[in-house]
């Protein structure tokens, strides 16, 4: 129930294009989904973030959506860049117990083909 | 965001030894620490939270004894891997957080460990 599972492992995307990554969850405690990207030999940095009182953040051409009914979340990458290639983690957790825990994703490996 | 560093980046020792990896959140008072650790192209695997002052929780299966965690101040907390073997050769990241709004933690950027 603490996990949070995320699709797709890796994923191509040509330059321009639009990058779109998956994550479910099943604890509806949850309320803090964070997206983490992470340049390899790099600590991650937190990219977006959203609470599950609204069903969409965008800032620049990043984009989370988010299903509280399907318990489910999504980040898009618009106009995709070769910049772009990094690795991507969603997370979540609740805020104010157990310190704020993230729970990590798998991992999403974005490589954007110029 | 908070800005996070840690000391050495990367380390390399010899099995038996002891190493220890500084974490120093440089503009923001860390009521909470965490630590992590990756193995390459997996996800971050949580270690330990640590509170200023008080003992840090450790996950299921990370042992405290090998793990030693002290968080001596709002602004530093140190990682000590005692006795380490080629097993504990991983990268390793700490994250602060404390006082946001949506208490975010912002990531340290890493130290390589190589046991030999």
């Known amino acids: 129930q603490q996990q949070v599972k995320q699709s797709p492992q890796s994923l191509i995307v040509q330059k321009g294009g639009i990058s779109i990554i998956n994550c479910a969850y099943e604890?509806?405690?949850?309320?803090?989904f964070p997206w983490y990207q992470q340049f390899p030999g790099k600590g991650p940095a937190l990219l977006i973030a959203?609470?599950?009182?609204?069903s969409e953040k965008k800032e620049g051409r990043f984009t989370i959506s988010f299903n509280k009914s399907a318990k489910q979340f999504s980040l898009h990458i618009m106009d995709s860049q070769p910049g772009d290639s990094a690795t991507y983690f969603c997370a979540a957790s609740t805020l104010y117990n157990q310190g704020g825990k993230l729970i990590f994703g798998q991992g999403t490996e974005l490589s954007v083909k110029p | 965001g908070a800005v996070v560093s840690q000391h050495p980046s990367r380390v390399i020792c010899k099995s038996g030894t002891s190493v220890k990896i500084e974490c120093r959140s440089l503009?923001?008072?860390?009521?909470?620490m965490f630590w992590y650790r990756q193995f390459p192209k997996q996800s971050l695997m949580l270690m330990a939270t640590?509170?200023?002052?008080?003992?840090?929780?450790?996950e299921q299966g990370v042992e405290k004894d090998k793990f030693l965690i002290n968080h001596a101040s709002l602004t530093l907390s140190t990682l000590t891997v005692t006795s380490a073997h080629p097993e504990d050769s991983s990268f390793y990241i700490c994250?602060?957080?404390?006082?946001?709004?949506?208490?975010?933690?912002?990531f340290g950027p890493g130290t390589r460990l190589t046991v030999l």
């Open positions: 959203i609470r599950p009182d609204v």
């Open positions: 640590s509170n200023e002052g008080s003992k840090a929780t450790y």
């Open positions: 503009d923001f008072q860390a009521t909470t």
């Open positions: 604890n509806t405690a949850f309320d803090y």
């Open positions: 994250s602060v957080s404390g006082g946001t709004p949506y208490n975010e933690q912002f």
